[in-house]
């Protein structure tokens, strides 16, 4: 029999008392979140307390065959909500708090290791599930309703230790520009959809180029095209191509940030500006930092990431230079020929714009030789988490210089020609 205390920690747990409280948007919406998931499983503690339970105890017959098999479809249903809300956490907020403290601090690591956790017993759940079925005996399902009441007590637990300590933590150490910067990236993530262009997906997750390159996908020069056209193209079944994705990238994914064609030049600017080069600027000397701390400490068990650490300094470099040439020549030059069409104006940005263009095809060069030094960032088996840290910041980086690329290459400087 299920442990009634146990069952009821978990379904009456309901967070702190929020009201009044103002955290951020972004925050403020993983709160919300783990409200929502506090009130699912509630109902879901109750579905698995009732398989424990002796006949007596029930209101009339059970069906336990499809007593589990309703409990499972649930908890699957839940388990992709909760990957979901996982995920924002890993992607967006915790790369934010290594700015200001170490990959291995305790707050960081603590809340990764919990989201592990809370995987694992997720995943023995459905195993032990799978085990069970299709058996009509309360006694072999019933281990499997204990598996998923150990996953909701500790989901419970995890969130009311971000919303005790985290989160409160995050309100007072992050400038008031980061948080800007995380409810921007909040806003970007959505559901996959075939409309989606190919530019977009492999921004929104990084991951996704790998399948993209698989299939001869141009992310790049190609990105353009939706996901529907691009598999038209590479002559695949468009549903085979968003199954795909959706295995590589856990459904999570970005909706166009503008619609491009339709927002002035001045705009654009001011977004390569605000987004691009602020993401840069706080990037590249991270990367710098983590590369060469795994040079230092794990060079001989990591021989690739003197030469990796090397490319990186030369992408600071040059990124450094184009970015100050960008903000402090070419885009004040784009607002003053929006402004006025100036033909004076216009004929600078043309004199500037080989010299933009070759350190385009630069970063792109550089781009595919830490791609080929880090095999297609495979991270090494037992890798140490400095590592992992850096090969997923690299494919994040190659994803927004791509989106930054393109945005110059193919929208800034033809608008400028037309």
Not at 117 to 136: G, N, W, Y
Request: charged residues 25%; aromatic residues 8%; glycine residues 6%.
């Amino acid at each position: 029999m299920i442990n009634p205390p146990l069952a009821y920690h978990v379904a009456i747990t309901s967070g702190l008392d929020h009201e009044g409280l103002y955290y951020g948007r972004t925050l403020d919406t993983f709160i919300r979140e783990h409200d929502m998931m506090r009130e699912q499983i509630a109902g879901l503690v109750a579905s698995a307390a009732v398989l424990g339970m002796p006949d007596s105890g029930r209101r009339g017959s059970l069906n336990v065959t499809a007593a589990i098999g309703e409990l499972y479809r649930h908890v699957r249903a839940f388990t992709r909500q909760w990957e979901f809300h996982s995920y924002q956490e890993d992607q967006i907020l915790f790369p934010v708090l290594i700015k200001y403290m170490s990959i291995d601090s305790v707050p960081i690591t603590a809340m990764e290791e919990e989201h592990r956790q809370i995987r694992t017993a997720l995943a023995k759940f459905s195993e032990q599930v799978m085990a069970s079925t299709p058996s009509s005996n309360p006694a072999a399902v019933l281990p499997a309703a204990e598996l998923a009441i150990e996953a909701f007590r500790l989901i419970t637990d995890h969130f009311d230790k971000e919303e005790r300590v985290l989160f409160p933590m995050v309100q007072t150490m992050l400038t008031e520009r980061d948080m800007e910067l995380l409810d921007k990236k909040l806003e970007a993530i959505t559901m996959i959809a075939s409309e989606l262009t190919v530019l977009e997906v492999a921004a929104a997750y990084p991951a996704s180029v790998e399948l993209f390159q698989r299939y001869g996908i141009s992310y790049c020069c190609g990105g353009g095209k939706t996901l529907s056209e691009a598999a038209g193209s590479a002559g695949i079944a468009e549903e085979t191509l968003l199954e795909e994705l959706r295995s590589v990238c856990r459904n999570r994914w970005t909706e166009p940030a503008a619609e491009w064609d339709e927002i002035g030049l001045s705009e654009l600017t001011a977004y390569l500006a605000d987004m691009h080069h602020s993401y840069l600027k706080s990037e590249l000397p991270l990367l710098v930092e983590l590369s060469g701390k795994i040079v230092r400490k794990h060079g001989e068990r990591y021989p690739s990431m003197e030469a990796v650490h090397e490319r990186i300094g030369e992408l600071e470099g040059l990124l450094g230079r184009q970015m100050e040439a960008e903000e402090e020549q070419l885009f004040p030059l784009v607002r003053e020929y929006e402004a006025s069409r100036s033909s004076t104006a216009l004929e600078r940005i043309v004199r500037l714009h080989p010299a933009f263009e070759a350190d385009n095809r630069t970063t792109s060069q550089i781009l595919s030789e830490i791609r080929g030094l880090t095999d297609n960032y495979a991270v090494p088996e037992k890798a140490c988490r400095s590592v992992a840290m850096t090969y997923r910041k690299l494919q994040e980086l190659e994803a927004e210089l791509y989106i930054h690329i393109h945005l110059e290459n193919n929208l800034l400087f033809p608008r400028l020609a037309q």
